[in-house]
């Protein structure tokens, strides 16, 4: 069982749709990330949530507490948006460890 | 720049052969973590690290080895008892596990790949 589960693996786009990746967790956690990898393999962290919503720029992430529940949106999507999001909670209940959503492999065509 | 640095990018390993993996931060972070990542599975942690001279297994530690002499620095060695190796590793840090007051993201590098020959 994962403690951290994402929809839709798998997702192609056209230019300028907008796209929506699912989060659900089930542990008790104090951040969730959403991170970005690309191709060559490097990560990089766009959020680190504890509530509410973040922006910044065409990406928008929102988390629901009650419902264990995060999503990642952006807007206008371009194909340098190409990467695969990964989704990951810092569990209170294990030593503060971080658990891993899969991924969710994006392909934005122009 | 401050960042974690890992080398090499592509590592080859002969059979019944030990490797290093050199991961090597200057962000001043307390904490380092190795992970392991495979197609279709999330990351998945090998070791971590919260202060130097000290470091706790993940949940697939079997097959690895770790040192943390300098807080700068957290190689893996992926020895020959590891019968699957083949995989891309990850290298990460944050300030402390438990730095109080607000969350602190994890940084990564830019991955080994590590192929048997």
């Known amino acids: ?110 | 720049d401050g960042g974690i640095t890992q080398s090499p990018k592509y590592l080859f390993r002969k059979e019944g052969q030990n490797v290093t993996l050199s991961c090597e931060q200057n962000l001043n972070h307390d904490a380092m973590y190795w992970y392991r990542q495979d197609p279709g599975q999330g990351l998945r942690l090998i070791y971590y690290s919260q202060i130097v001279n000290d470091f706790q297994k993940g949940d697939i530690a079997e097959g690895y080895s770790v040192s943390r002499e300098k807080k700068e620095s957290f190689p893996l060695t992926v020895t020959s008892a590891q019968k699957n190796p083949t995989a891309f590793y990850l290298c990460a840090s944050t300030r402390g596990l438990n730095v109080p007051g607000k969350n602190q993201p994890q940084h990564f590098g830019d991955g080994t790949r590590l192929s048997i020959l």
């Not at chain 1, 951040?31 to 990560?43: M, N, T, V």
């Not at chain 1, 992430?61 to 206008?76: C, F, R, Y």
């Not at chain 1, 959503?101 to 994006?106: D, E, F, K, Q, Y």
Request: charged content about 15%; proline content about 4%; some cysteine.
């Open chain 1, 1 to 110: 069982k994962n403690e951290v589960e994402q929809s839709p693996q798998n997702l192609t786009a056209q230019e300028g749709e907008f796209i929506t990746i699912n989060c659900s967790y089930s542990v008790g956690i104090s951040a969730l990330h959403w991170l970005q990898q690309h191709p060559g393999g490097g990560i990089v962290s766009l959020f680190m949530l504890s509530s509410g919503k973040k922006k910044h720029g065409r990406l928008i992430a929102t988390i629901n507490i009650q419902e264990k529940h995060s999503s990642l949106h952006i807007t206008a999507s371009h194909p340098r948006d190409s990467a695969v999001y990964i989704c990951a909670v810092r569990s209170v209940n294990t030593g503060n460890q971080f658990y891993f959503g899969t991924g969710t492999s994006l392909t934005v065509i122009p």
